[in-house]
């Protein structure tokens, strides 16, 4: 008598992994129409249809917004307000398949490991497709994404605010330090996401494309109180650094590009 022979076992996915694969997958793609949203949008308006006294009533001397300096005190103040209640409300809280996914995913948002592979790939894909234009305006994002980079890393050592996770006190600093437990202000990943998200805006001139930006900056906010490694000051300090910076240096380097010999 033959023993039944056992079948062969059928693979199935996890729920939770696919959920996590399929958040994953849309963030990605997120990051990739941040990066090359020019391609599917409208190019900019040329040099001549633009004045200068437009361009001196939207932003200062500096490339900045006019009314940055208020609008960062308010901000940061308001933060700092909530920076203790923030914590008692977001941080480790809730730990299902969907908050992990999404906590998981913020925090790649606002990662280098993940923003500079797309941009160089982005900027490959639209120079072999011979779309040089938009391969400028990658360049330019970069460019306002490392200025951005630079100035949170110095500022991180120079500040030394202590990590929420480490004694919950928003109050402790410790200056120049290179320990990671002291780099909380300002967020890094909040930089990078916003520099982004605002590169993204300008080069595009489309409004959803700045609420995606929004949307993701968000997300990855929530994601770095969630995970109890910034305070909602340090969150708010590096959305504004992020923005500020990199629509400073994209708007500056349009400038150039619009010059007679160009770059």
Known sequence: ?????????????????????????????????????????????????????????ARDSTGFPQPTIAATVVLLAAGA?????????????????????LSNAGNDLGTAGH??????????????????RTADDIVDAAAGYAASDIIEGLLKSAVGRERPMVSGNPARFHPFTSHGDYHSFPSGHLTHISS????????????WVRALGISATMLVGWQRIHADQHWTSDVIAGALLGDFVSSAVVHRLRRIHELPFGL
């Not at 996890?14 to 599917?40: D, G, K, N, S, Y």
């Not at 307000?81 to 996914?101: K, W, Y």
């Not at 592979?117 to 894909?125: D, E, I, M, Q, R």
């Open 1 to 57: 008598m033959q023993t039944p022979r056992a079948s062969a076992p059928v693979m199935r996915l996890p729920v939770h992994r696919a959920m996590r694969l399929a958040i994953r997958r849309a963030i990605t793609t997120c990051t990739t129409l941040l990066v090359t949203a020019a391609t599917t949008t409208l190019p900019a308006l040329p040099a001549h249809a633009q004045t200068d006294s437009t361009r001196d009533n």
């Open 81 to 101: 307000a909530v920076d203790r209640p923030m914590r008692r409300l977001i941080a480790n809280r809730g730990h299902g398949t969907v908050v992990n996914s």
């Open 115 to 132: 923003i500079i592979p797309v941009l160089a790939t982005s900027y490959l894909v639209e120079r072999i497709a011979g779309r040089r």
């Open 196 to 207: 982004i998200a605002a590169a993204a805006a300008i080069e595009s001139h489309e409004p």
